[in-house]
Structure formats: C-alpha cells, structure tokens
C-alpha cells in the first residue's frame, strides 16, 4: 500500500463522479424555491364564544376571510381553514352593531409561520334582545298509510317547547319544526321520538331537544247497512203502536268492526213520555243506542230506514 499521495494528483481522482455531482447540485439550486412563501389559505371561518345569556346575534355570522400567511412550503401548504379560525370573544359587547378590527394575533398559526394579512381586515356582529317564548312544534307526517287505512289522529307531546333568539325574529313565529314523520304503506299507528330542529341558526332550544309523536291510524271507514233492528217503546202508559215496528240503519265505520255487528248490539227506543193519547199519529224519531257502549266511538248511524220518524199512535186508556 502506497501513502502520502500528493494532493494535486488526488483531487483529479474519479474526476467524472465529481463532475456530475457538481452539475446536480447546480440543477437542485436553480429549481428549489426560497423556503419562505407566501401562502393564501381562503375561507377561514370565525368562532364566535362567550355570547351573554340576554343577547342574541340578529343574523348568523357567515364570514369567512382569506388569510396570507409566510413560511416554509412544508409548514404552509397543508395548513387548513379550520387550523386559522380566529375566535372572537362576544362577552363585553353591547345591543347593536358591533365593529371587530381581525389582528395577526387572533390566527393561530404553527411555529415558523406568521400571518401576513387577514381579508377583510374587520367584521360586524349585530345583537339585539334575547326573548323567550313557547313555540308549538309542528311534525309533518309524511306519505301515505296502506290504501285501507287512514290517519285519524296526530298528537305531539309537549306540544309546545321553549324557544329564545332576537327579539326582531322571535315576534313573528308561531311555531317550530321537527323532524318528519314516515307513514308510507302502514297498517297501525306509531309512537316516535322525533328531534326539534330550529331552522333559523339564530335560535336556540331552552328545553329539552325532542318531543313525543303519536300518529293514529285505523281502517278507512266503509259504509253498511243493517236490518231487522226492533223497536222499544219505553215509558207507555197507555197501548201504542209504532209502524214500522221493525227498521234498518246506514252505518259507518271499520270493516272489521261492522263485520261482527248484529241486531242484537242496537237497542232502539221511542220515548212517550208526557204524549196523550189523540186521533192522529205522532211522528217520532227512534233514539238508537250501541251495546256494548264503546261501539259508540267506532260506529256512526247515518240514517234510518225506510224512513227516519216513524208512526207511534197512542190509544186512550190501557
């Protein structure tokens, strides 16, 4: 092994290797940008915090601002809008137009980088008076139950709820939506917890966030008529004869509760008490009562047949 070569004839060793590697270095030079760019990140939101309880923002503040920061291309290109959101503290401010100069301060910005400028430079928040009232919530129900069947009834539990926002928005409502209800295609009714939704951001729920829906479906009513009912006649003192003694009724009502009913669930009356005996007859309309009596709220008597008053003759003596 040979040592102490002369420097001079050493530096010309692999002379070639040296020579491209000069030449990257060069190229890497011209096309690496400075590491400190200026970098826009658009629609950074602001964070509103600390809005006094008796204050309420007469608009939603929906401005979002464009932010120049500088740094390094590694610390600036993934930065995201939601990294920037400025917050702005509402505690101190008064009723009416409020005026908020935007700092470099106010950004929060990783280290190495720093906020050139902020656009719009300042934003205004508008209060006004909060107030509070009870709202009725308002459930749409949406589609339709089975063909043979039909909503009766709706019943929204509480049916009102607390509300508050500005004064300006608050007097004109008289309600507040939930969210809607699915009915399509149901034979049965249907109990659900649906949540209430503000549509209007500057309002706020001061109770709880759901009500109680109850959609009431049954049987789509079907006309059907009955025969051979007889009649009564109660409180007589006297012999009286009704003509005809024997009636049909039109009825309304489920099908499968028309479909078990039979003349002996009618009771039909006509009542003489205080009438006297006379030549010509009375003509009265028969009273018809369901038995069992909670056939009352299921069936309707829409007519009598043949005819609605029938012939009652009261004779003298017994």
């Not at 020579?19 to 964070?47: C, E, M, N, R, Y």
């Not at 059907?224 to 009636?247: H, K, S, Y």
Request: no cysteine; charged share 20%.
């Amino acid at each position: 092994m040979i040592f102490g070569r002369p420097f001079g004839v050493a530096i010309f060793d692999n002379l070639h290797l040296k020579g491209f590697a000069l030449l990257l270095a060069i190229g890497l030079w011209t096309v690496v940008p400075d590491p400190s760019v200026l970098h826009i990140v658009p629609g950074v939101p602001v964070q509103l915090d600390s809005l006094p309880a008796e204050l309420a923002l007469t608009d939603p503040v929906v401005v979002t601002l464009d932010v120049s920061v500088r740094g390094s291309v590694l610390r600036t290109r993934d930065l995201s809008p939601g990294e920037l959101s400025p917050r702005i503290d509402l505690f101190d401010m008064f009723e009416g137009d409020n005026s908020v100069l935007l700092t470099p301060d106010m950004i929060n910005v990783p280290f190495g980088v720093t906020v050139e400028s902020i656009d719009p430079p300042q934003v205004t928040i508008q209060l006004e008076r909060r107030v509070r009232r009870d709202l009725s919530v308002n459930v749409v129900v949406e589609g339709s139950p089975h063909t043979d069947y039909q909503i009766s009834d709706k019943l929204v539990e509480p049916a009102t709820v607390p509300v508050s926002g500005p004064a300006s928005r608050m007097e004109d409502l008289d309600g507040i939506a939930a969210e809607k209800v699915g009915v399509t295609g149901r034979q049965e009714s249907l109990v659900r917890m649906v949540r209430v939704i503000p549509e209007d951001p500057t309002l706020r729920l001061e109770g709880a966030g759901e009500v109680q829906v109850t959609v009431a479906i049954e049987e789509r009513p079907i006309n059907f008529q009955l025969q051979d009912l007889e009649v009564t006649v109660i409180n007589a003192t006297t012999r009286v004869v009704v003509n005809p003694a024997v009636i049909g009724a039109v009825l309304q009502g489920p099908p499968s509760v028309l479909a078990n009913l039979t003349p002996e669930n009618f009771i039909v009356t006509i009542d003489v008490v205080g009438l006297a005996p006379r030549a010509a007859d009375y003509r009265l309309e028969p009273l018809i009562r369901l038995d069992p009596a909670e056939l009352t709220s299921r069936v309707q008597v829409l007519a009598i047949t043949p005819q609605s008053r029938l012939d009652v003759h009261i004779f003298p003596g017994r």
